[in-house]
T-cell receptor, first 119, second 112 residues
Framework: DAGVIQSPRHEVTEMGQEVTLRCKPI?????LFWYRQTMMRGLELLIYFNNNVPIDDSGMPEDRFSAKMPNASFSTLKIQPSEPRDSAVYFC?????????????????FGQGTRLTVV | KQEVTQIPAALSVPEGENLVLNCSFTDSAIYNLQWFRQDPGKGLTSLLLIQSSQREQTSGRLNASLDKSSGRSTLYIAASQPGDSATYLC???????????FGKGTMLLVSP
């Protein structure tokens, strides 16, 4: 498997524009997580899905952020309208229920991230 | 709410030194603790996972310990090399949760 695939790797956009980040989890993984990383706050969980259903979106900063998982192999994180304070690296990660319950395997596998710059 | 703190925030050492990175967490009710490595512009790579019932895990030159009662973990790197230069992140999985809570990381620079 190629691992968790995120696109684009880099995104520069103007304030007010819509931004869509994409993620393809590892095949067979039923958990998908979206994290945001900044220097000030470190890695923060935004939202996670189980079997394509959003379970906890309490980390989504505001209504400008939305996430979807239309099928087991694809998820999007959308920011509309974008603001300069949204500039960060956004990571997607996926995991298997087997891993979580067994407590004997790594929690999740991370993508390489999307570096978002809003000017 | 679980909080994870890593000290120091940055560390610079000459090649060959043994070093210790520290991680503390506020709530001892955890499933496990995990150490990750992050290279610039890259994602996270899992280094070691310690279950709540374990005291330590070893992989090559890396050794991670866990003292759940005191809410502390250390990552020991023996005979550091320039290739070890990266940011090291500590994360815990609180009981009852499917997600990880991360520290802000320690940025390590090993100079030749």
């Amino acid at each position: 498997d190629a691992g968790v695939i995120q696109s684009p790797r880099h995104e520069v956009t103007e304030m007010g524009q819509e931004v869509t980040l994409r993620c393809k989890p590892i095949s067979g993984h039923d958990y998908l997580f979206w994290y945001r990383q900044t220097m000030m706050r470190g890695l923060e969980l935004l939202i996670y899905f189980n079997n394509n259903v959003p379970i906890d979106d309490s980390g989504m900063p505001e209504d400008r952020f939305s996430a979807k998982m239309p099928n087991a192999s694809f998820s999007t994180l959308k920011i509309q309208p974008s603001e300069p304070r949204d500039s960060a690296v956004y990571f997607c990660a996926s995991s298997s229920t087997l891993y979580i319950r067994a407590e004997s395997e790594p929690e999740a596998f991370f993508g390489q991230g999307t570096r978002l710059t809003v000017v | 709410k679980q909080e994870v703190t890593q000290i120091p925030a940055a560390l610079s050492v000459p090649e060959g030194e043994n070093l210790v990175l520290n991680c503390s967490f506020t709530d001892s009710a955890i499933y496990n603790l995990q150490w990750f490595r992050q290279d610039p512009g890259k994602g996270l790579t899992s280094l070691l996972l310690i279950q709540s019932s374990q005291r330590e895990q070893t992989s090559g030159r890396l050794n991670a310990s866990l003292d759940k009662s005191s809410g502390r973990s250390t990552l020991y790197i023996a005979a550091s090399q320039p290739g070890d230069s990266a940011t090291y992140l500590c994360a815990v999985r609180p009981r009852g949760y499917s997600t990880l809570t991360f520290g802000k990381g320690t940025m390590l620079l090993v100079s030749p």
